[in-house]
Each structure stands twice: as structure tokens, then as C-alpha cells.
């Protein structure tokens, strides 16, 4: 299929403008909306040919994969509405924009495909337990053939869109299309068997797999579309991006606490930044600013980043904080710790604060025990410890 991409990027060319600038909210719609009419047209007339072939042959194996290329067709007019809604701007009642109707998209798509599946095994079923005799003809086989090489070009072209806007909509309908090829080689392999030893229930048999096969796709979408709409964890890939933009600004030493709202389309981002306290409030807001800036321009949305005064550690506080490092190496439930603090209470008192992150194992329910057991270890190994502030990164930060 390799030998397709040029051909495909052609055909991008042809009906994407700037089809490069793959970031912009605008291209990337061009793109969903490019995928969505392709399948539309191209799932539209196969399955008006395999509807008719499926009628003439009497075959309820090819009827179920017409069936199945109407749920297609649904897909297809679903992903279509979807980046057409997703294009609105943002108004009072919707102030984040449209943007996650892009993954409303696939959990429509798995009702189109639990339907389809719970009719189809019916059909099947009854054709099994009372078989007859397919209509059979040589013709027959090479035109759902030809059939299985345009669903398989169509899904390469479908898949390259998808990723190069890295759309989960656009990718499960590509998905989609490639497992629709497969499904038409087990037809086509069960009307051979069939003719060939009188096997008439392999006919009913097929029929009963791909309905089963479509309600296993049905329950696998949908799943994989309520993940984003209930608040899906950032990619590692793109939290290290994040953090290496804000870290590329001058004056940021570090970068903790990233937190990402996915809008489909665009992302809200929040983070905070650890700059040197010598820098003063006005240079400081000035790093914020540019910051904001550059992850704006890469992401879109809004960004807000909140600056963390870095103090110069005397001998004694950096002493101080080697002890507690050996406390924090000894438990294994901790993977790092930033915004270290000592605060004098007084001469012979001090109090020690930190954020702590925790492994990704450990539950939130785990989290206040974990720093009262990090405390009881850090008064018993430092002296002067009047007590600790230890507050630990909830998982959906960064």
C-alpha cells in the first residue's frame, strides 16, 4: 500500500487547501470532511452493487455485508455532521466551541452498528437453522472481488487523513473499511464452499459472524468514544512536547503539573512553570506570556501558565534537601518531587514543603497516606522538623 501514498497525497492536494498546515483548526475539518464524502460515495455504490447481488443469488451472507456497508454509509454521514458542527464557532452556550462533537461521532456510529448486528444475526440465524440453495454464478465471485480491492484502497486513503490530523473519528472509519475488505474475502470463500459441497448453512454461518463481528465493533467504539467525552489522559508523546515548548523559552528551568482538556479540535492546557525568583514579578509574568504564546500557536484554545519562584539554596537548605531525597529514593510509591520549600518557624524550627507525584499504580485514596508516611520519615531523619506540607499531584496532572 505504500505504493498508494503518492497517489493519495495527489488526490489531498487536489481538494485540501494548505493541506500541510495539518494544526489548523480549518484544514484539519477539510480533512474530515474529505474522508467523510469519499467513504459516502464510495460505500454508497457498493452497496447498491452488493445489495443486488445479495438479492439475485438469494445469499443472506451477501445481504449481511450490504448491511454492513449501509452501517458504513451511517458512519460516514455521522463523521461528515460531526466536522460540519465542530466548524461552528464558539457562542455563550457552547464557550469551548464545537470541537468535541468530533468524538461524539464514533459512539453514534456504534448504536448504527449494535442495530445492524442484532438484525443481521436474526436473519442469519433463521436462514442456518432452515438452509437453501444459493444462486450461484462464476460472475458473481469476481465482482464482490473487485468489490474488496476498491473498500481496500478506499480504507489506505481513509487512514492516511486520519493520520496526518491524528483523528480518532476519521481512523475508525478507516478501520472500518479495512475490516469490511476482510469480511467480503470470507464471504466470497463461504459462496465457493457452498457451491462447490453443497454446504447451504455455510451461507447462514457467514451471515451469523459478521453479525457477530459487528456487534463486537458496535461495544469496541463505543467504549473508545466515551474515554475522550469522560476526560482522556494526554498522549506521553504530547505531554513531552508540551514540556519541552515551555521549557525552549528562556528563563524557564522546569515544568510540572500539565494539565490538558482535550476539545477535539483544540486543547486548554494549564501548567506551571519554575523560574528563577531573581527574575522579579514583571520578567517573570513576561516567561508566563511567551509561553502562552508558543503552546497557543501549536495547540489553539488557551493556555495558562503559573509561575513558581525557584529560591537560591544556601549550604544549609541544599543539606537539608539531600536528607529528604534519601526519604522520597526509600519509597518506591514516589517517582519525583518539585517545588521543595524550607520555611524557618523559627530558630531551631523549620517546616518543609513539597509537591510529590505518585507512581501511576497508587490510587487517589492512597495519596494523604502516602504523605503522612513521607513526613513521620522526614521528622524522624532530619532534625528540627516541626512539620511538613506535603501535597501530592492528583493523576490528571502532568
Known sequence: MRALKPLNLRLIRLFIED???????????RYGLLAGWAS??????LFVVKMYLGLKAHSVSVVANAFHLLSHLANSVVLILSFHISARPATSRNPFGHGRMEHVAPLIMSIFLFVSGIQLAEASLHRTLDPHEVHYWPALIWILFATVLIKQYLSQFVLD????????AILANAHHQRIEAVMSLGVIGGLVAGHYFHLSQVDGALGIMVSLWLLYLGFRHGREALV???????????????????????????????????????HHISMHLEVPERLGPAEMHETAERCEALLRKEYGGAVVCHTDPLLEKTPEIQAVEDRFREQVTAMPEIVSYHDFRVVAHSERRIIIIADLNAAEIISEEEFERLAAELEQRVIRSIPDVAYCSFYVTPKYAY
Not at 40 to 45: D, E, K, M, Q, R
Open 19 to 29: 493541506h500541510a498546515r495539518t494544526d489548523n483548526k480549518s484544514v484539519r475539518i
Open 228 to 266: 475522550p467525552l469522560l476526560g482522556q489522559a494526554p498522549s506521553r508523546d504530547m505531554i513531552g512536547r508540551i514540556r519541552k515548548t515551555a521549557r525552549s523559552v528562556n528563563g524557564v528551568v522546569g515544568v510540572h503539573e500539565i494539565i490538558v482538556h482535550d476539545y477535539g479540535s483544540n
Open 40 to 45: 459516502v460515495s464510495a460505500t454508497l455504490l
Open 161 to 168: 487523513l486520519g493520520n496526518r490530523v491524528n483523528s480518532h
